[in-house]
């Protein structure tokens, strides 16, 4: 996608009104992702109604939107009806990493699942803080890359999110300056009836600065593994959480950063992903990580670089393809549908005002366009 065709939608109003509006105007878009999202779905050669059949009922996800995020469920009935879509298939759209998390408890899958992002957050030669990532997706999203500008006027929430049509949010920046990245933790154990990690990418992004973003990861049941990097004008973080724990992340030895990938670092909550893999050979366990543990040692390589600690420096250490085996970006190759594919690539300035830079595609090939989040300001300039 070139960059000044990513689109910008903005949503007003209450959670239902803004998705109504968000279903309405994505309507065409969202009905083409939930035919792509099926034949995605499951682990090769399954019965896709079977399978959604069987995840439906070993698992109650609405109960964590009811129990963390009911305003959630609001919008996303406002999406459902917008869209013209039944409530319960918008609903399983929202649940990408669980969907991840609940394969691997089929052993024959293991080797089917994706590796998901690169994520870093740092303080700039200048003082500020920048929280980043690459956003790894699989290739049918590709095209639907969206900015969704989200202003409730009676809540205050402000918020920039990138996302896909029908998706709650993938990640984002509110305008008190609170930025959001994910890195998938499949290893990790989730919580059959905890808030899907869309749902608490949201809850986060209505927060007024780091450490109550953090309260807030602390106060929900997690639904799936995950790292969530987080950063505000002052400071930032990295936390691993799972069912039954959450750890912060130590930072780049000697510098003031911090990345991940997709492999545990200090969380140990994963006897699920234990007995899945409690055939593995020594060998066949250290294959399973070898994209994550690469990706992360090209990050921690660049972050030795003083070059790294600004906003062209971030773009740049995400746009490596040094490793070619396991590039940092990664672009899409011939044929057949990709599941390891940088969907985007965004930059947080948290500010003030927040920005966003985002590029709809691998930071290698795709140019960035900047999103400002501020009061009563309108998306801002385009850039290359």
Not at 352 to 361: K, Q, R, S, T, Y
């Amino acid at each position: 996608m070139r960059p000044d065709a990513i689109p910008l939608i903005p949503l007003t109003g209450g959670a239902y009104e803004r998705g109504l509006t968000h279903g309405r105007v994505c309507a065409d878009e969202i009905h083409q992702i939930l035919t792509a999202w099926r034949r995605h779905v499951g682990p090769p050669g399954a019965s896709t109604g079977a399978y959604q059949e069987a995840f439906r009922a070993r698992t109650n996800f609405l109960k964590g939107f009811e129990d963390h995020a009911p305003h959630l469920i609001d919008e996303l009935r406002g999406i459902a009806e917008g869209a013209r879509v039944p409530f319960d298939r918008i609903f399983d759209l929202q649940l990408l990493d669980e969907e991840w998390w609940f394969r691997q408890l089929n052993p024959q899958a293991l080797a089917a699942l994706p590796h998901h992002c690169s994520a870093l957050a740092l303080r700039t030669a200048s003082g500020g803080v920048l929280v980043a990532q690459n956003f790894d997706g699989a290739s049918w999203m590709e095209g639907y890359q969206r900015v969704f500008h989200h202003r409730d006027p009676l809540s205050g929430f402000d918020a920039l999110i990138f996302s896909l049509p029908g998706i709650l949010a993938l990640t984002g920046v509110n305008r008190q300056g609170v930025a959001v990245c994910v890195n998938s933790l499949v290893q990790l154990d989730g919580d059959a009836s905890g808030l899907p990690v869309v749902g608490v990418i949201r809850r986060l992004l209505e927060s007024a600065d780091h450490p109550a973003a953090v309260a807030t990861l602390r106060s929900v049941r997690h639904a799936s593994g995950q790292t969530y990097t987080i950063g505000d004008h002052q400071t930032f973080g990295a936390y691993e959480v799972s069912r039954s724990s959450i750890v912060e992340m130590a930072g780049v030895p000697g510098r003031p950063a911090i990345c991940h990938t997709n492999h545990p670092l200090a969380n140990r909550d994963n006897d699920l992903f234990q007995t899945a893999t409690a055939g593995d050979t020594p060998e066949r366990r250290l294959a399973r990580t070898a994209n994550s543990r690469a990706r992360l040692a090209a990050l921690e390589q660049g972050l030795g670089d003083d070059a790294a600690y600004s906003v062209d420096g971030a773009k740049s250490l995400l746009a490596s393809r040094q490793d070619l085996d396991h590039p940092l970006s990664r672009e899409l190759g011939g044929g057949g549908e990709v599941i390891d594919y940088t969907l985007a690539c965004v930059v947080f300035e948290p500010g003030p005002p927040a920005l966003m830079h985002l590029a709809a595609g691998p930071p290698s090939t795709t140019g960035f366009r900047s999103f400002i989040c501020d009061i009563g300001v309108a998306p801002a300039r385009f850039s290359t």
